[in-house]
């Protein structure tokens, strides 16, 4: 415990204000200096106060104008930034999902610096419609009829159910109502589009019958949705696509599914689990499928509606379709993404989600060996470089049994423990670094899955691992 009076004596070796901003670079606005001074030295004399200084020495002038200096880059520097993603989950939520191929990013960058026919039909030289730059790509693609693309996946819901179950009963097995996280529930969805929702059957078993039996005056679809993110294994039975439509036929009644993620190529042969693909769930009869741009489809953000004419013209005149419109960026990045796929081993290998989930083993065994070497050469002190087998995931809510075995590189900090740093301060510095370091901790040590990690971010990666080792041995961290 630090006594009172000597708390006293550290508050007055607290360096002037006046002396730090004179060290500051003169064309940052003063009133940013003075802001981020006074941030700083709260924070000191909190520490102080509560006894929390690491040492009297973090108050020596350099170190609290280095201190300030970092406060004022970090102002300074976009809130939103690139960071590495050291986790293994390829459609990582929280970290962005999808990565675009640079040729796609051209197309973006093109359309948002000049003007574009948007919605200008060039052949006919009046207004045209936002959707025909995708529509025709997308049938192409999938053997739909007709497609409409939205904001996102969770809007292509929404606008599908408001469209054509507003005050009415859409059935959906008990097994199927998922939450799929950021408040994305189907039965709140279904409640909000104003559509009755009707489940069917039990948790891990739904019939035929169990539909048939609920089916009424009041019915307006029947509505499969992607379990996504969880499984039910054991005892389980599900009704196939196939013969919903049976079903649907017999009552006329419209069969939808959301399909979650959405794959336009079929990935068994790099050892996936099946999953029906778009074309697939169309094929089995569905009337409308709608996905994400930005799951296993690896785009840009964005909810894709295929199926029959019919149902997509009534959504495309709901007035809501508006108040979810894709904006022109977002466009012109799936009109390039979508363009890939029309030769699908160039997908594999242009487009980063799929060369992550399709990278084998082997890869990722070289890339841990390219990046353990780079980490070496470094000669981080009191740092040792080994690997382990992992397993990767899909993320996104995608395929949640399904396990991509994986190479990691470990970092085993043991050598540091006398000097205080333990994993847990190196995965926050690598955090707070920059650019940030997304990884993970397992016994104690740190743990980078390089199936997420690009050739081209390793050696910046063993750069981040250095100056973070070091932030916690100088104890510039908390
Ligand atoms: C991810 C997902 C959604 C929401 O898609 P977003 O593009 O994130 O809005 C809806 N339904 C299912 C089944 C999903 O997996």
Do not use: W
């Amino acid at each position: 415990m630090i006594d009172p009076q000597e708390k006293g004596e550290l508050l007055k070796k607290i360096p002037k204000t006046d002396k730090i901003l004179e060290k500051l670079p003169k064309d940052i606005p003063h009133i940013l200096k003075r802001t981020v001074c006074r941030r700083v030295f709260e924070d000191l004399r909190k520490k102080i106060k509560l006894g929390l200084l690491a040492s009297p020495e973090v108050l020596a002038f350099e170190n609290v104008l280095s201190l300030v200096m970092d406060e004022l880059s970090k102002s300074l520097r976009p809130s939103l930034r690139p960071l590495i993603n050291a986790t293994g989950v390829v459609v990582h939520t929280n970290l962005g999902r999808s990565l675009l191929p640079e040729e796609v990013f051209k197309q973006i960058f093109e359309v948002a610096v000049n003007y574009s026919n948007l919605e200008y039909d060039l052949e006919a030289g009046r207004r045209g419609s936002r959707y025909s730059h995708v529509e025709p790509l997308l049938c192409e693609l999938t053997g739909a009829e007709s497609a409409l693309v939205v904001n996102n996946n969770a809007a292509a819901v929404l606008l599908t159910l408001e469209t054509l179950a507003r005050g009415k009963e859409v059935i959906v097995s008990r097994g199927e109502l998922v939450e799929i996280g950021g408040s994305f529930r189907i039965p709140d969805v279904m409640a909000r589009s104003g559509a009755i929702l009707r489940e069917v059957g039990a948790t891990n078993r739904t019939h035929l019958r169990d539909y048939e039996n609920a089916i009424g005056e009041n019915t307006a679809l029947l509505m499969k949705v992607h379990q996504s993110n969880f499984a039910v294994v054991g005892f389980t039975s599900k009704v196939p696509m196939s013969e919903l439509k049976a079903l649907g036929a017999k009552y006329q009644l419209p069969v939808i599914e959301d399909l979650g993620s959405g794959n336009l190529v079929d990935l068994t042969p790099y050892g996936f689990m099946h999953e029906p693909t778009v074309q697939e769930s169309l094929e089995a009869g569905a009337d409308l499928v709608s996905f994400s741009g930005d799951k296993m489809l690896g785009g840009p953000q964005a909810g894709i509606i295929v199926g029959k004419a019919e149902l997509v013209d009534k959504i495309k005149k709901n007035p809501m379709n508006r108040a979810v419109r894709i904006d022109k960026l977002t466009l012109a990045g799936l009109e390039a993404i979508l363009s890939i796929y029309r030769k699908p081993e160039e997908a594999l290998r242009k487009i980063p989600t799929l060369t992550m989930l399709s990278m084998s083993y082997e890869e990722t065994k070289k890339r841990a060996q390219r990046l353990a070497m780079r980490l070496k050469r470094k000669k981080i002190q009191g740092v040792d470089v080994a690997f382990t087998d992992t397993v990767s995931r899909v993320g996104g809510g995608a395929m949640p049994l399904q396990e991509l075995r994986s190479r990691a590189v470990l970092l085993n900090l043991d050598g540091l423990s006398a000097k205080g740093v333990d994993a847990a301060c190196v995965e926050r510095a690598l955090r707070l670094g920059d650019p940030p370091v997304i990884a993970r901790i397992e016994d104690e040590r740190i743990l980078f899955d390089v199936r997420t990690v690009r050739d081209k971010e390793l050696g910046l990666l063993a750069s981040c691992v250095k100056d973070a080792v070091e932030k916690c041995i100088r104890g510039s961290i908390r």
